[in-house]
T-cell receptor, first 111, second 116 residues
Framework: GQQVMQIPQYQHVQEGEDFTTYCNSS?????IQWYKQRPGGHPVFLIQ?????EVKKQKRLTFQFGEAKKNSSLHITATQTTDVGTYFC???????????FGTGTRLQVTL | SAVISQKPSRDICQRGTSLTIQCQVD?????MFWYRQQPGQSLTLIAT?????????ESGFVIDKFPISRPNLTFSTLTVSNMSPEDSSIYLC?????????????FGPGTRLLVL
């Protein structure tokens, strides 16, 4: 079945540093989604990318979809303690809107 | 967006017992999904709950272990049967939402289950 891997598994940064997580798929994706899960919380939708090479920004967050539509990245500029959580990429597989989640990257931000 | 509630929010259960988790949505939705998230892990789809038909289970999950009901377009239940410590996880329901040229999923707050 389709596998979606993320690296790194965990990253610890000082507040103000940048952070990037990478998402790689074994197959070409129709689209990619990103979710954030705060500690003790549930996944919350951040964004969807559809087009090859697409780049979208949300304030300090920049999302990119690879040209071959097999990888994606999330970059956070000048991290804040509110960015703490686990970031998942996810992709629809097959039919019936089934989402396959990536392995996740846990971000820890300290002052 | 959709507002989703789950009951119970957490529970501690003895092995061999069963627990039914409820998921309520504030609007009618076609598809509801049940996920399991083991400690420190990603989300794994258990099944898709369709109103008016049997749930569709993913590889590795069977109806006898995780029976699902979907009596109407706003409600679903997942039962974790004959529990063992390996079933200790967070169980999340989600709903599919389409709009603004994109398809997203909204998640409930989750049910944190510990099996002793």
């Amino acid at each position: 079945g389709q596998q979606v891997m993320q690296i790194p598994q965990y990253q610890h940064v000082q507040e103000g540093e940048d952070f990037t997580t990478y998402c790689n798929s074994s197959t070409t994706l129709s689209n990619i989604q990103w979710y954030k899960q705060r500690p003790g919380g549930h996944p919350v939708f951040l964004i969807q990318l559809v087009k090859s090479g697409e780049v979208k920004k949300q304030k300090r967050l920049t999302f990119q979809f690879g040209e071959a539509k097999k990888n994606s990245s999330l970059h956070i500029t000048a991290t804040q303690t509110t960015d703490v959580g686990t970031y998942f990429c996810a992709a629809f597989t097959g039919t019936a809107s089934k989402l396959t989640f990536g392995t996740g990257t846990r971000l820890q931000v300290t002052l | 967006s959709a507002v989703i509630s789950q009951k119970p929010s957490r529970d501690i259960c003895q092995r061999g017992t069963s627990l039914t988790i409820q998921c309520q949505v504030d609007s009618q939705v076609t598809m509801m999904f049940w996920y399991r998230q083991q400690p420190g892990q990603s989300l794994t789809l258990i099944a898709t709950a369709n109103q008016g038909s049997e749930a569709t289970y993913e590889s590795g999950f069977v109806i006898d272990k995780f029976p699902i009901s979907r009596p109407n377009l706003t409600f679903s239940t997942l039962t974790v049967s004959n529990m063992s410590p390996e079933d200790s996880s967070i169980y999340l329901c989600s709903v599919d939402h389409r709009g603004n040229f994109q398809e997203t999923q909204y998640f409930g707050p989750g049910t944190r289950l510990l099996v002793l």
